[in-house]
């Protein structure tokens, strides 16, 4: 089992709708949680970090995390074609980030 | 302030041969992390870095190498290349604690022929 996993889609949402991005962890005392953003030939970026279960909200962004069901998601409403990216969970550790494969995100316009 | 300087940008190298990538962190930041990027496997980690010590190393064979300068300048090292190695190599600077401070590098993208 993977330590961070996601599904790699590609997924493809119409403009101006909500993507729902999803990821699980296998590390139950994991405490930081982390979505990074990838476009193409450029390096991640850091849009969200969230620590504690529930909701976090930043503008179009939202994560959300459950830490009884092991599982990280973020929302991005009213979908950009400039929101399309590949978007990475990651977990944070004292030395390390830990990452999934990514999910490929496509907004149609 | 300057970012994540990695250098080089591009690299094309040969099997067998050995190669050096550069990393020049924030200034301040005395933590640095390298990633290897591939389609399959996504961002692993290689090794991390702080104040010269090398303080955690991910699951790569002792053909992948690191050190760190006094100036927090880091380098990583790979010998005897494998076609396997090609992959985008990424750095990423942090002043010590937390990952809400840390910037990744542009990368390396290395081919090996």
């Known amino acids: 089992q993977k330590e961070v996993e996601q599904n790699s889609g590609p997924l493809s949402v119409p403009e101006g709708a909500i993507a729902s991005l999803n990821c699980t962890y296998s590390d139950r005392g994991s405490q930081s949680f982390f979505w990074y953003r990838q476009y193409s030939g450029k390096s991640p970026e850091l849009i969200m970090f969230i620590y504690s279960n529930g909701d976090k909200e930043d503008g179009r962004f939202t994560a959300q995390l459950n830490k009884a069901s092991q599982y990280v998601s973020l929302l991005i409403r009213d979908s950009q074609p400039s929101d399309s990216a590949t978007y990475l969970c990651?977990?944070?550790?004292?030395?390390?980030?830990?990452f999934g494969t990514g999910t490929r995100l496509t907004i149609i316009p | 302030k300057a970012g994540v300087t990695q250098t080089p940008r591009y690299l094309i190298k040969t099997r067998g041969q050995q190669v050096t990538l550069s990393c020049s962190p924030i200034?301040?930041?005395?933590?640095v992390s390298w990633y290897q990027q591939t389609p399959g496997q996504g961002l692993q980690f290689l090794f991390e870095?702080?104040?010269?010590?090398?303080?955690n190393k991910g699951n790569f064979p002792g053909r992948f190498s690191g050190r760190q300068f006094s100036n927090s300048r880091s380098e990583m090292n790979v010998s005897t290349l494998e076609l396997g190695d090609s992959a985008l190599y990424l750095c990423?600077?942090?002043f010590g604690g937390g990952w809400t401070e840390a910037f990744f590098g542009q990368g390396t993208r290395l081919t090996v022929v």
């Open positions: 990651a977990v944070g550790g004292n030395e390390k980030l830990t």
């Open positions: 200034s301040g930041h005395r933590s």
């Open positions: 990423a600077s942090r």
């Open positions: 870095y702080f104040s010269e010590t090398q303080r």
